[in-house]
Structures are given as C-alpha cells and as structure tokens.
C-alpha cells in the first residue's frame, strides 16, 4: 500500500484490521451461541425424588413418581431427555421443600398443598390425586373398632385424640377444626404412640393405611372400618419459584396427559388406587366434612376433570374410554 505524507494509508489500513477482527468476533459469537442453543435443546433434566416412606416399596412403584415420568416422557419433544433417580437415603419432608426452596439437590416434591408451602415452594395447581386423597381413613388399636363403630356425631369424634406429624398440613387443619391433636416429630414414632395409647387414631390419606397396618403388624393395629373425615387439601407437585421451565414442563405435560386419557389409564388402573376401591367402601362409610379455610381451588382447574367425585371410578370402569384400553 502506497504511504503519504500524513500516514493516512497506515490509518486506513488500521480501519480496516479493526473491522475484520469486529466482524471475526460478531461470527465466533454466533457460532458460540448456536452451539450453546444445540446443547441446551440435547440437555438431560436429572430429577432427584425423595424415598417412600414405607421401606422395601421403591417411590418408583407411587403413583406420583409414576405420573411425573408419564408427564416428563410426553414433554420429551419439546423439552428433552430426562433422568429420575431416587435419593440414596431417608430425608424429611420439610427437609426436601427446604433444599428446592435454595436449589439444592432437589427441584421437585409431590406433597399436600399448604399456606406454609406456598411461602417457599411454587405449586402447579393440578391435583395428583384428583382430590382423592383428601378422604381420610384411620389406623386403630385393632381392639378400638367397638368404640369407633359407635360413632355417630363429629362431636363424638372430636372427643378422641387424633395423632399426626407436628408440621403436616393436616395437623392445622384438623386442629383448627376443633378436634384434639397429638403431634409426633417423626413418621414413625406414630405407630407406637398409637399402640401405647397416647393418641386413639391415626389419619390417612385413603391410598395409605393397609400397607401401613401389615408393615407394622406387630403392634395389633388396624384400619377403622365405619368412619370418614374429608377436607379439601390436594397433593399437588411443587417447583422453585425460579424453576419455570420445570413449571410449565410438568404443568404442559399434566394436561396432555389429562386430554389424551393416559393420565386417567394410569389413575384408574394403579394399585394404590384400587387398593382404595377394593377395601375402602368410602360411600358406606360415615362422612364427616371438614373445612379448610386456607383452600382455594385454581380457577383454570376446577372443572370436574380435574377432581375426584364418589362413583367416578364406575363411571370410569365402565366407559368407552376403558372398554377401549
């Protein structure tokens, strides 16, 4: 390049590195971040759940743990591959809503829907168990069924003690509702306080006691037969507040499971579930309704298929929708 006096040639000359080396930058970036985009859309969401709480059932046998793979495997085209793995050892409840809380190890929980956990976790407001599980049933000394079968006012009810987990939201609610309440620290420390009477019943969700009362056999315990309290307090999956993609995976997934059926095939056919059916005889049972004043149905799932009325699972059980599965 020809140079004059001025130096005007070397300053064009600089011009002109300056604008390639812009325009080299401007191409790596792109490159950068088209490259970042493919592995972020070939990304594995890793999922951690809690054990069941019923040793030598894995969780991955639940209900809940089986919906949220149902609902991750039909959000795989949109939001990729994904891996569920079950946490090495037993961990509190309370302690796994406070590791999503600070996106520690753990991004999502199944668990009842509270005031207290709406304060640190995010629901998706669809509920796992369309409401069902809001039927309590009893675990009793096995000899307490005459006492139990004579039963007839709430008020009657109320006169016994009640024992559950001193930070379940069931324990608010049943207090609050003028029934006596004994508060164990631990899951399992409930069973013997019921055996050594210090409480007379332990409240269960419908799916739950039978496994409970042949676990621990040992201690002469039983499932009460003639009674039933309802409240509404669904079990619903709750996220981060900062998690949204998580969010709305399994919110989009829940409702394409609801619209093409899968979700009511899973529902109706798993053993949890009949297991309720067969042995809970919910509509001869004496019903006791209880008010949960902190309960506030979404108003986008609120419709009815979306909660659990008596006699659905006949309805079910004889539609086209199963005749046809």
Request: charged share 30%.
């Amino acid at each position: 390049m020809l140079m004059n006096g001025t130096g005007e040639s070397s300053l064009v000359s600089k011009k002109y590195r300056s604008l390639m080396l812009a325009i080299y930058m401007l191409a790596l970036a792109s490159t950068f971040d088209f490259a970042m985009a493919e592995d972020h859309s070939k990304s594995i969401l890793n999922l951690v759940i809690r054990p069941n709480k019923i040793e030598g059932v894995p969780a991955s046998d639940t209900l809940k743990n089986q919906l949220l793979e149902l609902i991750l495997e039909k959000t795989k085209d949109k939001y990729g591959e994904f891996v569920i793995k079950e946490y090495s050892s037993k961990i509190k409840q309370s302690r796994v809503i406070s590791l999503i809380k600070h996106k520690e190890t753990f991004r999502v929980i199944a668990t009842m829907d509270s005031v207290k956990r709406r304060q640190d976790i995010r629901p998706i407001e669809i509920p796992i168990y369309k409401g069902l599980l809001s039927h309590r049933i009893f675990i009793i000394r096995e000899e307490d069924q005459p006492l139990f079968s004579k039963i007839k006012t709430k008020e009657q009810l109320q006169s016994l003690s009640a024992i559950q987990g001193h930070d379940w939201p069931d324990s608010d609610i049943l207090q609050n509702a003028g029934f006596k309440l004994r508060r164990s620290p631990n899951y399992a420390g409930i069973f013997n306080m019921l055996r050594l009477k210090r409480g007379d019943y332990f409240p269960r969700g419908a799916h739950e006691p039978w496994q409970e009362v042949l676990k621990h056999k040992d201690k002469k315990l039983s499932v009460e037969k003639t009674l039933l309290i309802q409240y509404d307090a669904p079990f619903y999956f709750f996220v981060n507040y900062e998690d949204k993609e998580l969010y709305n995976r399994i919110k989009d997934g829940f409702l394409l499971a609801i619209k093409n059926g899968s979700f009511d095939r899973l529902f109706y056919s798993h053993p949890e579930i009949l297991r309720i059916f067969k042995n809970a005889n919910l509509s001869s049972r004496k019903l006791f309704r209880i008010n949960n004043p902190d309960f506030i149905k979404h108003k986008t799932y609120n419709q009815d298929e979306f909660w659990y009325k008596m006699g659905d699972e006949e309805r079910y059980w004889s539609s086209e929708k199963y005749r046809d599965y």
